[in-house]
């Protein structure tokens, strides 16, 4: 960060051309923040929160002494990145907002490719999913930064991520400015005007890719985790420190200064854009991927996390110093899109008995035969759309033939032994939206929450706990996904200036997080418009009456 920060902020210096207004007056305590800082660290679960929280020194630190939540839960089934960001800044779980994964089908799509990404709009011809027009068009409900333009269109909306669906879930529609990592650098999709820092920092960054870089000197704590693990027909993992080739864009995607770099160009947004120093409230949100990527990579038990979330720690320390230094009256809340679980073969060693890949009897094509050998249906019998979660079944199979299709396959799931329960789309329709305590619902309930009529699949198939769905490591070696607690749990964390340091046990969602910044910034929410619910108290937010 520290080097990143320096080279963008020179460039900016050196441009001689902004004009940046006096300080605002010191903030009253009852007063809304005039910045409104959302930062949603990728697969950042609660039991990493537990585990590195006395680590801590820097910006998790600060963070942790204002409203510590370490039971938040992004509290629906499916678990992926674009759903886990579509409910921190809505108020409302995926079976509301629509994003029920990271991608879903969609048969009535004008174009051959029925798959669609969570953030495309599949009606621009020429695309596909994976060359998509990135859309807010699949998100059904408003944003935070919506309602407070519609209050105020003083209020500026910006947001800068690693992943383009965490800027674009938690802006919506109403980003002034919207930037994500692409292999060009930092990019948009919104015909803004390019800020000078976007530049810098992609010019920076563009430099530090070209360099090798040496490996990072873990400290003792992490060193204590350096033990490489042996994963079947792929590298170990476990002891590396992010040593990296000149040029290898993708090593640099997984490690600590791909954050940095989004928080380099985070900071120079605030100070060219002059957020916080407006009439109204703006609202930054800030996606940091390495934290994903990493444990993808290494999973997330090893020296490679350590390190990780040690200079993630320093570099938010960084970015708030920095805020600090400007005079900026800003709040932050810290959470997740979801957790993750580490390596089966490591997280054996550390007495997960059950900890296992995937079967690759499990495969949609494998399940398929089985059922065509038991009712003689022919053709393709499940479509080639995920291994686990919505499951399609194949076009072709309609009326008395598709309920056959459907009943033989729920059957060859839950005799599987790894499979904990499958269930078929009307069973899922018919169980009542779940509320309440997220820790007391049943995995049914969660699966609910993750359903939309429209685009979830004809059946849910849910892993046993501790089941990677990753057969075969050839790239990924971990990942998330699941309605288990390790993939739902996350920390929510609320942090302004003065406000009183509390570690708080209760369990809520992150769909509480909308409300309860909402009524910090004195911007309306209409009673049970949202699944979320304010929380009282935060940095002295008084909630309105429900
Ligand atoms: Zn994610």
Known sequence: MRNLIVAAAAALLASQSLAIPPLPPPPSPAAPPKLLIVVSVDQFSADLWDEYRPQFTGGLARLASGAAFHNGYQSHATTETCPGHSTILTGDRPARTGIISNGWANWNAPRADKLVYCGEDESVPGTDSDHYKLSPAHLRVPTLGDLMKQRSAASRVVAVAGKDRSALMMTGRSANQRWYWSDKGFVSDLAATSPKSVAAVNSAVARIIAAPTPALAPPDFCAGKAQPIAIPDHAPVGAGAFARAAGDAKAFRASPQADASVLALS????????LGRGASTDLLTVGLSATDYVGHTYGTGGQEMCLQLLELDRDLGDFFARLDGWGIDYAVALTADHGGLDIPERARLHGVADAARIDPALTPRTIGDVVTKETGLQGPILADVGVTGDLYLDRHLQGRDRDRAL?????????????????????????????????????????????????????????????????????SVATHGSPWNYDRRVPILFWRPHMPAAAR??????????????????????????????????????????
């Open 267 to 274: 900071a120079a947004l605030v100070r060219e854009l002059g």
């Open 407 to 475: 009943a033989a396959a729920i059957a060859a799931y839950k005799r599987h032994p790894q499979v904990f329960a499958a269930y078929s789309k009307d069973e899922i329709a018919r169980t009542p939206l779940p509320a309440g305590d997220p820790t007391r619902w049943s995995v049914i309930e969660r699966v609910r929450a993750s359903f939309d009529p429209e685009r979830s699949g004809d059946l849910y198939v849910v892993l046993k706990p501790n089941i990677t769905p990753i057969g075969h490591a050839t790239g």
């Open 505 to 546: 046990e209760e369990a809520i969602e992150t769909a509480d997080i909308m409300p309860t910044l909402a009524a910090m910034i004195g911007v309306p929410v209409a009673a049970g418009s949202v699944d979320g619910h304010c929380l009282e108290g935060i940095a002295g937010v008084a909630c309105p009456p429900r």
